[in-house]
């Protein structure tokens, strides 16, 4: 059974930057998609970036131009680059794994697995 351990969320002023890393226990990480999901208080979970076995990407269209998500094979993680943070970001974040194909309408009943979530909280 893997295991997914994000780290890196807090507590940020509208417009700085966070860095949440994910990584992965267990064999063959660079076969695998990963991606991120975020849940808000009393809203679903939803889609938020991913990252292909290939390095191909996909973004929920409202963090286009403000995240980068990363992944570095080696050492068997994924990174989720969020700059000029808004409110509207704040939500707790959740690494995903899947072993297949994923694009920018990977919805959650599609993950294999998931990591534990942490928390980012901008304020305004």
């Known amino acids: 059974q893997v295991q997914l351990v994000e780290s890196g969320g807090g507590l940020v002023q509208a417009g700085g930057s966070l860095r949440l890393s994910c990584a992965a226990s267990?064999?063959?990480?660079?076969?695998?998609?990963m991606g991120w999901f975020r849940q808000a208080p009393g809203k679903e979970r939803e889609f938020v970036a991913a990252?292909?076995?290939?390095?191909?990407?996909y973004y929920k269209d409202s963090v286009k131009g403000r995240f980068t998500i990363s992944r570095d094979n080696a050492k068997n993680t994924v990174f989720l680059q969020m700059n000029s943070l808004k409110p509207e970001d704040t939500a707790v974040y959740y690494c995903?794994?899947?072993?297949?194909?994923?694009?920018?309408?990977?919805?959650?009943?599609?993950?294999?697995?998931w990591g534990q979530g942490t928390q980012v909280t901008v304020s305004s």
């Open positions: 995903a794994r899947r072993a297949g194909w994923v694009g920018s309408d990977w919805a959650p009943s599609q993950v294999g697995s």
């Open positions: 267990g064999r063959s990480f660079s076969a695998y998609a």
């Open positions: 990252i292909r076995w290939n390095f191909i990407t």
